[in-house]
């Protein structure tokens, strides 16, 4: 074989193939959670009034708006620096400095969060009885983010997805069980929250070892000093992600009240949630593995390109499809209180895309520890988002939602293609995507035809999506990957 081919095997084909077995480990617990989420809107849209669900989904943006400051970059930093630490044999002491920083950041959100307590009531439209069970939940929930980046970082994705769906289950069914016995109202699914997650950090805490990895010693410094430095940015990107993304619930309850953040809520619900959790079955089991290659000094720019390649092959026909039949996925979905919603379908499915799509352009600046571009790409983004959605939703409603949340996530994605690290710069799949858009043509055919005919619309869309990859699959001979 050329040296070429044999780079291609070790550095694409290779490690592909140890993707897909993670993939397959992973894929329960994802697929489990989609069907979770799914299941989620339903539920509660028939459990609860379009002003409680507007609580509901407010009180979830919040605790997302606290755990992105205070905790959840503590995971990810964890993550990224694993496997240094691991082949310097100093993995107890990593970990011990991971749980000390997030026990201070717990300690300072507290007091933060109580002497600004009355900022969080008028800022963010909530109770004071609402604001603190979001700060109890905050706990867990912080705790279970970091146990399960230490799983990822180990390479546990059985363990990972027994875990997740144990919580998905614990949830919903406690949730139900509070919400039929009780007149609490969104209260109760925070309650839930707080049971099944205590529940799954005990678990966590068994399948990570991590008391077997605690040691009480002087923190070092230097890593420190290293896991800030690379965290904050990631904080500060998160932030501004929220606020293209979630800000927007409470702009709609400040300007048409909480039964319209209702309808948010559900729009986003069924798709944020859902499509990210079903395109994050490839990130979630590539990244670890990346880590491992860019720290061994492979060049994983063929590999990610070909990842990207799949995730457009699983992401754009569903999300093609959510938007073409936004009506009649609203009607089996949710409660006909929240129709409304359907404006927004199109919008925020096209947008998780992007989003989601950033996964991939962006692994450049964390490998490389230049977190800071993300930082400075995603702050931009959300600065123009703010503005839109301030100017749009008061303007358009509904329609403004959309159109300023789309808008920001085309943005955001397009400076992530632009602004390159050298030597890490996303590679192009030009054959797939040429492939991807000669399987659409066809379809967008049928899809005409099946307007015309009498059959159901739930019956339609398997039908559209089983006629595309069948397409995809037995035309795939004709487009062979690049070596490069």
Known sequence: MSEEVNKYIKEVALPMKAIFKDMLKYAPSKIFGLLGNIAIVPVYTNLLSPSQYGVYVISLAVLSFLCI???????????????QNQLEGIVPKYVSTLAMILCSNLVVMFIVALLCRQKFYEYFNISPKIFLFVLILIIPVAMRALLFQILRAQI?????????????????????????????????ILIAMAISITLIDVVLVFQTDILWLLKFEKPDFNMIKTLFAYGVPIAVAALSLWIINQSNKFITSH???????????????????????LFAIITIAAYPRLINLYEDKTDVRPLISKLTGYYMLISLPVVVIMSLYAKDLIVVFANAKYYNAFVLLPYLAFSAFF??????????????????????????????????????????????????????NILYFILTVVVVVPGLNWQVP????FHLILCFVPSAVLWYILQ?????????I???????????YFSKGIFKDELG
């Open 355 to 408: 989003l989601s799509f950033t996964d991939y352009t962006t692994y450049q600046y964390h490998l490389s520890g230049k977190t800071y571009i993300l930082t400075t790409l995603k702050v931009v983004s959300a600065i123009i988002g703010l503005v839109l959605n301030i100017l749009l939703i008061k303007q358009m409603g509904l329609v403004g939602v959309g159109i300023a949340t789309l808008v920001s």
């Open 156 to 188: 546990k994705p059985g363990a990972f997805t027994v875990t997740t769906i144990i919580n998905q289950i614990l949830t919903i069914v406690i949730a139900v069980l509070i919400l039929k016995f009780t007149s609490l109202g969104a209260v109760s």
């Open 430 to 433: 030009y054959k797939r995507i």
């Open 452 to 460: 015309l005919s009498p059959i159901t619309p739930i019956v339609q």
């Open 255 to 277: 300007f048409h009240g909480l039964v319209d953040a209702g309808f948010v809520g559900v729009a986003y619900n069924l798709t944020f949630p859902i499509l990210m959790t």
């Open 462 to 472: 398997y039908i559209l999506l089983s006629f595309y990859y069948l397409l995809f």
């Open 69 to 83: 400051l205070f905790s959840d970059w503590i995971g990810l930093s964890g993550l990224r620096f694993f496997r």
